[in-house]
């Protein structure tokens, strides 16, 4: 872990919030807190509950939306490091994560190290802390399947818990941390498989990328390079240059209805996965290009990806407002057209859709 001290401003606001998402947009912090230990971040949220001070915890910026008016508060920026085994066994080993370590790079370290069960993750951009979060999952994984422990820091109680899969309460795009202050992620345990082969294939577009079947298993770096290649070519892979990555990727999820629901909408056509409980998940971005969004449509400075129709993309001198004002115009043609509500998939701050 490097030898860095925190960094703090307390006189002026910092630069804007824009430099530190991956949508580049975001006005102002009150104060600007850079944690590289844990004891740093636990005690920047502890100080600031003492004086009643807001708390916005940033790592990757990758799934948040900030309003330009910024945050008024006090903005921790995690830095931490560390990847550790902490239990090895002949078919699988647990590894403790620093909340702050930028997740794909955990990725290439796993499949590197010959460990199996984050390989269709490749190439999420953020941080390893922020996954739990947001149950993060591509390609038929989610983070909640290799995820044995999230350590935090539970403010209610000012004391560091580990807490089981069941306490962090995982659900499609969600957990008990997501929409709560109560607690600071600071490591993450994942238990993975010790092999040379990925998991089992379970998404059909992945599965012909690959040229395997559903439930094949195909070689660790084959699966996180046809993943990268995937993501790349609908601008998921963070790239500076391309204003199709200024995004938090994607901006709607996927919306689950009953089969009730189901049955009236006569969208048989349309793409869709049946639950175990008779609900039926319809692709987001399906229903907003049949509503008459398609790829590239334009707000003022921002617009739809030009490659994925899921991602809302800063063009470069867009705002927060342009951006938000382009989802609300999406969501209502959606609802309009099909009687469907889009929820948001990122978290918004100071911001309201």
């Known amino acids: 872990m490097p030898d860095v001290s925190s960094q703090r401003q307390t006189d002026a606001p910092a630069s804007s919030l824009a430099a530190y998402t991956t949508l580049r947009l975001g006005g102002q912090p009150g104060t600007l807190t850079v944690a590289v230990e844990t004891d740093q971040a636990v005690a920047t949220v502890r100080n600031a509950a003492k004086g009643c001070r807001p708390v916005l915890v940033l790592a990757g910026g990758s799934n948040v939306v900030i309003g330009d008016a910024g945050f008024a508060g006090e903005v921790l920026l995690l830095r931490t490091r560390g990847i550790e085994v902490v239990e090895a066994q002949a078919q699988s080993v647990v590894v403790r994560v620093a909340a702050g370590e930028v997740w794909d790079d955990f990725v290439e370290y796993a ?33 909640a399947d290799t995820i044995v422990a999230v350590h935090a820091y539970d403010r209610e109680h000012d004391a560091i818990r580990a807490m089981s899969p069941a306490e962090c309460a995982f659900a499609y795009r969600s957990s008990v941390f997501k929409h709560s202050d109560r ?38 770096r084959q699966a996180r390079d046809t993943v990268l290649k995937l993501r790349a070519g609908k601008g998921m892979v963070l790239d500076p240059e391309d204003h199709d990555t200024w995004s938090v990727g994607s901006f709607f999820t996927n919306p689950v209805v009953s089969a009730a629901q189901w049955a009236t909408l006569g969208l048989e056509q349309a793409p869709h996965w049946p639950g175990a409980d008779g609900t039926v998940k319809i692709p987001a971005a399906w229903l907003i290009e049949h509503a008459g969004f398609p790829k590239g449509y334009a707000g003022d400075g921002v617009s739809i990806s030009t490659k994925h129709t899921l991602a809302l993309t800063n063009r470069g001198g867009g705002t927060t407002t342009a951006l938000l004002d382009l989802a609300r115009t999406i969501r209502d043609g959606v609802r309009d057209r099909f009687g469907i509500e889009l929820h948001p998939e990122p978290v918004l701050i100071n911001a309201a859709l």
């Open 111 to 143: 499949v590197t190290s010959g460990w199996s069960g984050i390989e269709f993750l490749s190439g999420i951009p953020g941080s390893a802390g922020a996954t739990p979060i947001q149950n993060v999952g591509a390609y038929g994984s989610e983070v």
């Open 183 to 220: 607690y600071l992620v600071l490591h993450v345990n994942f238990r993975l498989t010790v092999s040379a082969e990925s998991a089992p294939i379970r998404y059909a577009e992945l599965a012909r990328s690959l040229g395997a079947e559903a439930g094949d298993r195909v070689p660790l």
